[in-house]
């Protein structure tokens, strides 16, 4: 079951991922909604337990017998097997989520905002870990010399250091300040360190979406100087940005613990501007991708 992961195709792999993503983020959410809509004439103190312990318990581990029918009825049995075993070892960390996601229904609003902002220092620790592991194997295995890695590795840095801001500028200031004296300068580095790696990280993914597409239509890498074009736009683009934003967002009066909501509806449309850019991005090089599959081969 655990050996066979070498031998799964990349059809077997795509199954792999969907049934991971569904059995670990969709279907708790799907089993709190329906036991949600099950106890609706029940009062909240009854309610609220039972629906978030079935959003706990959707989470489990998938049972071994579940192997034994895929073997017998030959319905990918090992994509079947490594579901089960990545499954049970990313149910502690899932749980770990989970649980702090469910005590939020319970939180005073008093104390919501240094809840939500010990959660996000949570999961910047762990995203600083995962993104130190995968810089390691992609410096030792030299693959951060080649393409499209080096972009990977830009994207990596990016968020690496959007979350060391999140995590050690918690020691140092917190995110929120009094809307009456307003932001103090640490502050405010603060959240320009924040905001530029955000905005990196979201241009690189982009920009990783661009050289694979222009690989599929030049038929080779980047050259050296392209890639030099898409470095300096990388790193000069998050900083226009963030000073635009700065010099343009005065007197902000709104007290919010999320650093995506420090600068309101000035901030928020920048934002879903570059989501759209990215996924419009994204979506070419997927597109080329199916056409080049779905064409008929020429000999």
């Known amino acids: 079951m655990v050996g066979r992961l070498k031998t799964i195709s990349r059809h077997g792999v795509h199954v792999l991922v969907l049934i991971l993503l569904g059995k670990i983020l969709v279907l708790p959410f799907i089993t709190r909604e329906v036991t949600v809509l099950l106890l609706s004439h029940q009062p909240l103190n009854v309610s609220v337990p039972k629906s978030s312990f079935t959003f706990l ?29 990545i499954g049970t070892f990313l149910f502690a960390p899932m749980m770990f989520l989970f649980a702090g996601m469910a005590t939020l229904v319970s939180v005073d609003p008093s104390f919501y905002d240094t809840m939500l902002e010990r959660t996000a220092v949570y999961f910047s620790w762990a995203s600083i870990l995962c993104c130190t592991c995968t810089l390691t194997i992609l410096v030792v295995s030299r693959k951060a010399l080649r393409m499209p890695y080096r972009f990977l590795v830009c994207l990596i840095i990016s968020v690496l250091i959007f979350c060391l801001s999140v995590a050690l500028g918690s020691i140092w200031v917190p995110w929120t300040w009094d809307p009456v004296t307003g932001a103090t300068w640490g502050q405010y580095v603060k959240f320009s360190v924040f905001f530029v ?60 613990i999320n650093p995506a909501f420090h600068y309101g509806r000035t901030q928020s449309i920048s ?29």
């Not at 049972?63 to 075993?85: R, T």
């Not at 050289?211 to 790193?235: D, E, T």
Request: charged share 15%; hydrophobic share 50%.
């Open 271 to 299: 934002s879903r501007l570059r989501q759209i850019s990215v996924a419009s991005r994204e979506r070419r090089p997927l597109l080329h991708l199916a056409a080049d599959e779905s064409s008929p081969d020429p000999r």
């Open 197 to 256: 790696a955000v905005t990196a990280a979201r241009i690189w993914t982009a920009f990783i979406a661009l050289a694979v597409l222009l690989r599929q239509v030049l038929g080779h890498q980047l050259s050296l100087r392209l890639q030099s074009v898409f470095y300096i736009l990388g790193f000069a683009l998050p900083s226009v940005i963030t000073a635009a934003l700065l010099l343009t967002a005065h007197n902000t009066s709104v007290l919010d």
């Open 57 to 85: 318990y959707a989470g489990a581990p998938t049972a071994p017998p579940v192997f034994l029918f895929a073997s017998q009825y030959d319905l990918m049995p090992e994509v079947i097997g490594a579901g089960l075993v």
